[in-house]
T-cell receptor
Framework: DTEVTQTPKHLVMGMTNKKSLKCEQH?????MYWYKQKAKKPPELMFV???????INESVPSRFSPECPNSSLLNLHLHALQPEDSALYLC?????????????FGPGTRLTVL | KNEVEQSPQNLTAQEGEFITINCSYS?????LHWLQQHPGGGIVSLFM???GKKKHGRLIATINIQEKHSSLHITASHPRDSAVYIC?????????????FGEGTQLTVNP
């Protein structure tokens, strides 16, 4: 199984809502990533979990809260988002080190904040 | 100047044509990744290479470490190859968790 799954595929939320994005992989990968991608732009790294510990937070606003309950699961909790947070949110995983390992991406969650 | 530059930004080809997309980088790297993104979002990793050349089906990727340049070639292009192709590098000095991305090349292959 070389798949990264993400749910939901689409999400529309108001600025006062709380929602969560979910990501799952069963490849035994020890690194998991959240990216944000705006239209016609490359992905921007948000968070990295390595061996279930948060290793990188790219100065992401606190209205985005990541969680890694176990080595297969990655969540992104959303609260009080702004319309400019509307984007494609991509999850990815890799064995460990991107200097030597391939990164596998999920299909993304397209988020619209009203 | 971006650390990773891709050219061209946009490319339109006729079915069957040979296609080349270029990527130049200005930092020391440990690995270079070629990614494909179809409309609708999902990204697929095509190649990861640190030297030489790799081939998979109609796709060929090459890298010249001395010249800090990589190319992605598509032979006998097909409309289903229409996608954005992204070059990304894993830096030799940076953590193994970050990739630096190019801006992408939008490829359209017409039947």
């Amino acid at each position: 199984d070389t798949e990264v799954t993400q749910t939901p595929k689409h999400l529309v939320m108001g600025m006062t809502n709380k929602k969560s994005l979910k990501c799952e992989q069963h490849m035994g990968h020890r690194a998991m990533y959240w990216y944000k991608q705006k239209a016609k732009k490359p992905p921007e790294l948000m968070f990295v979990y390595s061996y279930e510990k948060l290793s990188i937070n790219e100065s992401v606003p606190s209205r985005f809260s990541p969680e890694c309950p176990n080595s297969s699961l990655l969540n992104l909790h959303l609260h009080a988002l702004q319309p400019e947070d509307s984007a494609l949110y991509l999850c990815a995983s890799s064995q460990a080190d991107l200097r030597t390992d391939t990164q596998y991406f999920g299909p993304g969650t397209r988020l619209t904040v009203l | 100047k971006n650390e990773v530059e891709q050219s061209p930004q946009n490319l339109t080809a006729q079915e069957g044509e040979f296609i080349t997309i270029n990527c130049s980088y200005s930092v020391g790297i440990s690995a270079l990744h070629w990614l494909q993104q179809h409309p609708g979002g999902g990204i697929v990793s095509l190649f990861m290479l640190s030297s030489g050349k790799k081939k998979h089906g109609r796709l060929i990727a090459t890298i010249n470490i001395q010249e800090k340049h990589s190319s992605l070639h598509i032979t006998a292009s097909h409309p289903r190859d229409s996608a954005v192709y992204i070059c990304a590098v894993g830096g030799a000095e940076t953590s193994g968790s970050r990739l630096t991305f190019g801006e992408g090349t939008q490829l359209t292959v017409n039947p």
